[in-house]
C-alpha cells in the first residue's frame, strides 16, 4: 500500500452512491481508485447502494469522488452521489467490507450483457489460462437475468451452481483487486461448463474440439442449432445462398429477413450502410440486432434478406460467437424455433423441437433459466426504435411517473410482454412472442412469475386487454385478482405517456393493425384524446369489411377486394387483377353475402390492401410484410397525394380510406409508376395523420401528440410527422425506451390500471 506522508491534515468523507451500483463491480472499481491514489477507507453495499468512507489529502479526495462519478463502471447507473465531511479516524489501507447485502444485486442490474473487451483480449491471449474459454465472464460481462433463479444474486442461486469454482478461480473470486472479484459465473478450463456437440439426433459426437467441428459443418453448408445466451438459435454460412435456402425451407421461413452475425463491424460494414450512431447501437453492450440500410452486391446471400431493402445485424456477444466468427464471417443466426413456438430453451428441447431443421447442435452443461431473444433496433428521425426489447435491455426498469407498486400487466395477443411494477418503476419483460398456442402462454405465466419473484412483488392489482378472447386476458382473469380491462390503443398512447412520465391530457395517435374496440369492431387508425385514466375518441379511418377476417391478413389481395367492394362492388375485382379467379369470386361472395367479414379500421389494413393494388404484395407471410415492402419500394420524394374525405358523426371524424384506394387504382390504369403511387399514397397518410391532428389542437386546444402503434416503424411517416408536427408548435412524444408497436402495450396498461386505482 503505498504510504503518503500527509502534507495537510488529513480530511475524511462519506460518499453515498444511489443507483445501479450493485452487482456490476462497482465496490473492486472503489477500491482500485482509492489505493491507486494512496487513500485509507472503506466500501461496502448499504441499502440500494454503496457507501465509501474514504480519508486523505482534500484535493486529493475531490479527485477521488470526481473520478467515482466519471470512470464508474459500464454497467453501473448513478442516480445520485452525496459526499459529506467526516472527522478523521486513524486508519491505513483501503478495504471492500463484507455486509449481508454482498449478494445482491439490484434487479435493474440483471441484464445479459456481451462479452467485454478486456474478456476478449483475454480469449485471444495464448498465454492466459482463459484462452479460448467458450464461456469467459466477467464482472462487466457475461449472462445474468437468463441464468439466475431468485435474487440475491448469488452463484448458489444461478445455473452456475453446478459448477464448483477451482482454486485459481476462487482466488480471483474472493479477490477485491481482481475485476472477477465476486462474478457469479466466474470459471475456466477446469472448472466451467463444456461444450458438445451432438448430431441431428441427438447423439454425442465425440471429438476434441466441438466447436471447431461446429464450424466445420457451418462452413459446409450445414445447419447448426447453437446455445446461446437466452435460447438456441438455429445458424447457418450467410454468404452460402444454397445454404440459407435449405434453412428456410426446412423452419418453413418464407421471406422473413434472416439476422446476421457479422465477424466485426468492418464485416458489418461489408454488406450494410453503418452510420456514427448505428455503430454505437451495434457496439453496445446489449448488442442487439440493428436493422441497417443494405448495400448493393454484398457478399451476404440474397436469400438472408429477399426483397427488404435492409439487413438485420449484430456482433458476437458471447464468446462462442466470438470464436466462431474467426472461421466464418457471417453466421445466420436466427432464433431456435418452430414458427409460433417458444425459442428452444434446454438442450433436450432443442434436439425434440428442431429435428430436421439442424444437422448438429452445439451444446452445454450451463441451464438456460429464462428465454431472452435478441432484441432488435433501429434508428429513425434522430433516435433509436426499439423494436423487440429483449436481451440485454429487460428487465431494466422504466420509470412511469406514478405510484405503480403490485400492479401485474399481463399484455396484448401479439408480440406480447408482460410488466411488474414496484414503486414508480416498470420492470417489463423480455419479449414472449405471439400467444397462439399452450407452450407461449406457459411461457407468459413463468415470465410474470419469475419477474415478480425477482422484483419482490405480489401482485395486488392485474390489468389486460380488453379483448375478451386473448390468452393474456384469459390468464389475468385466472389470477383472481382485481382487475382492469384496457382498451387496446388508449394503452397504446398510455405506453407513450409512462416512458416520458407525462400526466394531463395528449393527442394520441395511435395507428396499427388490430386491436379491440369499443364496439366491438377491429380497431387500429385511431386519433386519440387520452389522459391516463380515460380516451375519446376523435378520429379514425371508416370501417371496411374483412372478408375471411385473418385470412385477409395474409392475403392483402383480399383486403383490397374487402376495401373497395362497398364503393364499386364486384368491379372492385379491377382492383387486384392478378388475383386468381376463383378465389377472387370466393371473396366477393362472402362480401356480398355479409358473411364472415369483420369489420377493421387498422391502418395497417389500408398498407395492406394498397400493397395488394400495386401488385407490390400478394402475401403476407409475416406481419406487416406488405407495408414494410411498399415503404421499401415507394418514391419518397414523389409529388402529390390523393383526396382526404372526411365526415363526422357522433364528434367522431371519419376518413374514407376506400376513396383513398380508389384513386390508387385510378393512377395504376392510368400508368403511373408503382414507386410515385406508393409514394403519394404514404404522403396521403401523413396527410391525414396531420390534419386529424390540426383538427384535435383546434377543437381540445392541446399541444402535446404521442406517436404510437407499428406503424411508426415506417420510417416516412415516422420522421415527417415528428417534423410536420414539430413545426406547427407542438411538443411530439415518441417511444425510445419501449416498441410502438404491441411489444410496449403492457406498460400502456400498467400506466392505465395506477390510474384508475388512484381514483
Ligand atoms: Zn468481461
Ligand atoms: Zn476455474
Ligand atoms: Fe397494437
Known sequence: MPQRSPKADPRRMTVRVVGTVQGVGFRPFVYRLATGLGLAGSVRNAGSGVEIEVQGEPDVLDRFVARVRRDAPPLARIRQLTARDAAPVAEDGFRIEMTDDDGALEVDAARDVATCDDCLAEIRDPADRRYRHPFINCTNCGPRYTIIERLPYDRPDTSMRAFPMCDACRAEYEDPADRRFHAQPVCCHDCGPTLELLDAEGQHVAGPDPLAATADILAEGGIAAIKGIGGFHLACDATSPDAVRRLRCRKHREQKPLAVLARDLDAARAIATVGPEEQALLESPERPIVLLPRRAGGIVADAVAPRSQFHG???????????????????????GNRTEEPIARTNDDAV????????????????????NDDSVVR?????????????????????????????????????NTVAVGRGELCYLSQHIGDLSNPATVRSLESTAAKLAGMVGVEPRLVACDRHPDYLSTRFAESLGLPLVRVPHHHAHVAACMGEHELTGKVIGVAFDGTGYGDDGHTWGSEVLIADRAGSERFAHLAYLPMPGGDAAVRHPGRMALGALFPLLGPDARRAVPWMDEAEADAVLELLDRGVNTPLTCGMGRLFDAAAAVLGVSREATYEGQPAIELEGIADLTAKGGYPIELSESGGVRQIDGAAILAAVCEDRDAGVPVPTIAGRFHSTVLGLLLQCVTEAVRHTGLDRVCLTGGCFQNAFLLERSVARLEAEGLSVFRHRLVPPNDGGVALGQMVIAAAKRRR
Open 379 to 415: 434508428r429513425l428521425a434522430g433516435d433509436v426504435v426499439v423494436v423487440r426489447r429483449s436481451r440485454g435491455y429487460a428487465p431494466e426498469p422504466i420509470a412511469v411517473g406514478a405510484d405503480v407498486d403490485g400492479i401485474l400487466a399481463c399484455g396484448p395477443m401479439l408480440k
Open 313 to 335: 445485424v449484430m456482433l458476437p456477444y458471447t464468446p462462442i460467437h466470438h470464436l466462431l466468427a474467426e472461421r466464418l464471417p457471417y453466421l445466420v443466426m436466427t432464433s
Open 352 to 371: 425434440s423441437k428442431l429435428a430436421g431443421i439442424a444437422d448438429a447442435f452445439l451444446v452445454h452443461d450451463r441451464a438456460i433459466l429464462t428465454r
